[in-house]
T-cell receptor, first 115, second 116 residues
Framework: ETGVTQTPRHLVMGMTNKKSLKCEQH?????MYWYKQSAKKPLELMFV???????ENNSVPSRFSPECPNSSHLFLHLHTLQPEDSALYLC??????????????FGPGTRLTVL | AQKVTQAQTEISVVEKEDVTLDCVYE???????LFWYKQPPSGELVFLIR??????QNEISGRYSWNFQKSTSSFNFTITASQVVDSAVYFC?????????????FGQGTTLQVKP
């Protein structure tokens, strides 16, 4: 595996379900990100982890719960979601050294549909 | 406040035409970085270019070129002799030097359709 991978690629869940999205990066990076991409909206940053520590939480509802057990893996735990949470969830990684300079590498995303 | 605006929501051209995608940004930082990403139908964003605020030189890479003008806060992207494979959503993004998290602020994206 190379780059940034995400599983599953598609997920359909009911509002009472609990599910998790997984992201794995094989680039040796130490920062990871979750973005939400809804139809007709710009990409919204949800969470940032740097060196496995959450450094940014962009006012995301508590029904989204991130977890970063190590620098290569990032999870997004989902529970009691709403239909408006249906979107493409993108994971990205970058090097923290150099901060704003470093480009982020993105995974293919998980297409989430909440019924 | 930081902001990126891509005024063109959708553009449709015929193959071999040149096309320019506009990007206007706002920031109070003097050090910042501008990016362009391409999102093909497969979904993942592909990094195309990065410019820093101190380097206004235009850049050309094959059929792609970028025009960075601080005076107008613009970072426009031109595809010369467009091809069907260029069809995608293109995002312009800003990262401020004051951010220690590398946070990217994205524009709304421009959907480019290149017809054969």
């Amino acid at each position: 595996e190379t780059g940034v991978t995400q599983t599953p690629r598609h997920l359909v869940m009911g509002m009472t379900n609990k599910k998790s999205l997984k992201c794995e990066q094989h680039l040796g990076h130490n920062a990871m990100y979750w973005y939400k991409q809804s139809a007709k909206k710009p990409l919204e940053l949800m969470f940032v982890y740097s060196l496995e520590e959450r450094v940014e939480n962009n006012s995301v509802p508590s029904r989204f719960s991130p977890e970063c057990p190590n620098s290569s893996h990032l999870f997004l735990h989902l529970h009691t979601l709403q239909p408006e949470d249906s979107a493409l969830y993108l994971c990205a990684s970058s090097q923290t050294s150099g901060g704003a300079y470093n480009e982020q590498f993105f995974g293919p995303g998980t297409r989430l549909t909440v019924l | 406040a930081q902001k990126v605006t891509q005024a063109q929501t959708e553009i449709s051209v015929v193959e071999k035409e040149d096309v320019t995608l506009d990007c206007v940004y706002e920031t109070r930082d003097t050090t910042y970085y501008l990016f362009w990403y391409k999102q093909p139908p497969s979904g993942e964003l592909v990094f195309l270019i990065r410019r820093n605020s101190f380097d206004e030189q235009n850049e050309i890479s094959g059929r792609y070129s970028w025009n960075f003008q601080k005076s107008t806060s613009s970072f426009n992207f031109t595809i010369t002799a467009s091809q069907v494979v260029d069809s995608a959503v293109y995002f312009c993004a800003l990262s401020e030097g004051s951010s220690n998290t590398g946070k990217l602020i994205f524009g709304q994206g421009t959907t480019l359709q290149v017809k054969p």
